[in-house]
DNA sequence: AGTAGTGTTCGGCC
DNA sequence: TGGCCGAACACTAC
């Protein structure tokens, strides 16, 4: 569920409850005040990476999935939804994720230019805020969501092997070039992934992500936990410039 | 059938 | 102060 493109492919299905009124709110979520919400009509569904928001006209609720995180559309589950609302037309059910409630206006919370999946997004300011961050490593910018909003651990595996950028190196050191692809491709793979998740294809298209051998080389890919992150990390030494 | 993971926040510690 | 680390959360595919 979590990463920035099963978050568009949400949005897109739940269009059918935009601009109706909410019939019915419950959840055993604490950060919500149901009856706040009853009666609404709900003006927009939004997403900003990994988070999907749902707009009123007072305010906007939150979810991120986290990595448990579910939902359904007019189907139950039989674990107690986070949150359910009724509409005219159906139902829509959120399971194991966090909620909060937004306020404040969206604009002033949101850089939609750091969305991988908007068209605001700014690939120049991407890469003004890699200079920044000059001796991070690479794959832990990936994950920084003030960079690169809604990319998460599969795009960042499959990213720094198309790109051909060891997961160990350090941001400061890669050439400029590289680094641009690597801005590019963080974009452009994200919507291959949307393509093969709606075609129920993704995981046939990992080269390296959960992988033992490179599809190139037939060598064994190297499996670690690196960086501040220290998330699940799969590469090439063949395929893969270490820039440090 | 047990394990590990598409993620993030929080509190404690040094 | 702030960086680092582990725990917590809570589900399910493999």
């Known amino acids: 569920m979590p990463e920035g493109p099963s978050i568009v492919i949400l949005k897109e299905a739940v269009q059918q409850f935009s601009n109706r009124k909410v019939l019915a709110f419950s959840g055993n979520s604490k950060q919500v005040d149901f009856g706040a919400f009853t009666g609404k009509k709900v003006t927009a569904f939004a997403s900003w990476g990994k988070h999907f928001l749902i707009c009123f006209p007072h305010a906007t609720l939150r979810i991120h999935f986290m990595l448990f995180g579910s939902y359904r559309i007019n189907e139950e589950k039989e674990t107690p939804p986070r949150l359910q609302f009724r509409f005219t037309n159906g139902t829509l059910s959120f399971?194991?994720?966090?909620?909060?409630?937004?306020?404040?206006?969206?604009?002033?919370?949101?850089?939609?230019?750091?969305?991988v999946m908007n068209p605001a997004w700014d690939a120049g300011k991407a890469i003004k805020k890699l200079k920044a961050r000059d001796t991070m490593l690479v794959c832990d910018a990936l994950l920084d969501q003030d960079i690169f909003a809604g990319v998460g651990n599969i795009i960042k595996n499959e990213v720094l092997y198309r790109?051909?950028?060891?997961?160990?190196?350090?941001?400061?050191?890669?050439?400029?070039?590289?680094?641009?692809?690597?801005?590019?491709?963080?974009?452009?793979?994200?919507?291959?992934?949307?393509?093969?998740?709606?075609?129920f294809t993704l995981k046939q298209h990992w080269q390296v992500h959960t992988k033992s051998t490179c599809p190139v080389h037939?060598?064994?890919?190297?499996?670690?936990?690196?960086g501040k992150t220290k998330r699940r990390t799969f590469y090439c030494e063949q395929c893969q410039e270490l820039y440090s």
């Open 95 to 115: 399971y194991a994720c966090s909620v909060k409630v937004i306020t404040t206006p969206l604009d002033e919370v949101y850089d939609w230019s750091a969305d």
């Open 218 to 226: 037939h060598t064994a890919l190297k499996k670690t936990y690196p």
């Open 163 to 199: 790109t051909g950028i060891h997961p160990l190196s350090t941001v400061g050191h890669i050439p400029l070039p590289k680094l641009k692809a690597l801005v590019k491709q963080a974009v452009v793979y994200s919507f291959d992934f949307l393509k093969w998740k709606k075609a």
